[in-house]
């Protein structure tokens, strides 16, 4: 079992330039998460989707950013024409289906993916 | 909004001593209260308390939820260098599955 994959690990965009950030879930999850932790803070909510479904993107800020979950292939979050302030750690986590409940041993995390904006 | 805030934000101790974080929470709809250890790279999961689980142990790390006070705390005995990390506190409301994080505890502990 592979756990929850991240890729990059680390990645480096200049501004104005476009990020994508991959997610494949552990197998067997279909619940996917987005969090992204700035530095000095903690982990804050972001997505919240299942397989070609939104579920909750209350924490997603209003523009420059998206995410989709496809029935096929690792869910993706893009941010569009990066900023200095977009640099942080971007962490995705899955869990099984249980309509949405974190289960008995809480999300699973990837490594993240460090996002530096120059 | 769900609010979690943990103290201290940072704590230093010398291997063999015993540390208590502390984690107070506010939410409207309270489900479970988590912990997570993060080194370097992915927090990794601690505990899940919740009302009918209300202390978990598992070897030297043991944690209490107080429902009554709103918050939780995670002790470690016989500290050693390998739990020198941040330690997350996050809570899970009834209505939705995101956790609202608290800023973190950052633990070092030297030898």
């Known amino acids: 079992n592979a756990g929850v994959m991240q890729n990059p690990r680390h990645l480096v965009r200049r501004r104005g330039q476009e990020a994508r950030l991959r997610c494949s879930p552990m197998?067997?999850?279909?619940?996917v998460y987005w969090y992204r932790q700035l530095p000095e803070e903690g982990l804050k909510f972001m997505v919240y989707?299942?397989?070609?479904?939104?579920?909750?993107e209350s924490g997603m800020p209003k523009e420059r950013f998206s995410a989709e979950f496809p029935k096929e292939g690792p869910s993706i979050l893009r941010i569009q024409q990066v900023v200095r302030g977009d640099s942080a750690a971007y962490f995705c986590?899955?869990?099984?289906?249980?309509?949405?409940?974190?289960?008995?041993?809480?999300?699973?995390f990837g490594s993240g993916t460090r996002l530096t904006v120059v | 909004e769900d609010k979690v805030v943990q103290s201290p934000l940072s704590l230093v101790v010398h291997e063999g001593d015993t540390v208590t974080l502390n984690c107070s929470y506010e939410?409207?709809?309270?489900?479970?209260l988590l912990w997570y250890k993060q080194e370097k790279k992915a927090p990794t999961f601690l505990f899940m308390l919740?009302?009918?689980?209300i202390e978990k142990k598992s070897g030297r790390l043991s944690s209490i939820l107080d429902k009554k006070e709103l918050s939780s705390i995670l002790n470690i005995t016989a500290t050693q260098t390998g739990d020198s990390a941040i330690y997350l506190c996050?809570?899970?409301?009834?209505?939705?599955?995101?956790?609202?994080f608290g800023e973190g505890t950052q633990l070092t502990v030297n030898p």
């Open positions: 996050a809570v899970q409301e009834t209505s939705g599955s995101r956790l609202t």
């Open positions: 197998k067997g999850h279909s619940h």
């Open positions: 986590a899955s869990s099984p289906a249980r309509q949405g409940k974190v289960g008995l041993y809480g999300y699973t």
């Open positions: 939410v409207t709809n309270f489900r479970s």
């Open positions: 919740t009302s009918s689980g």
């Open positions: 989707l299942q397989k070609e479904n939104i579920i909750d």
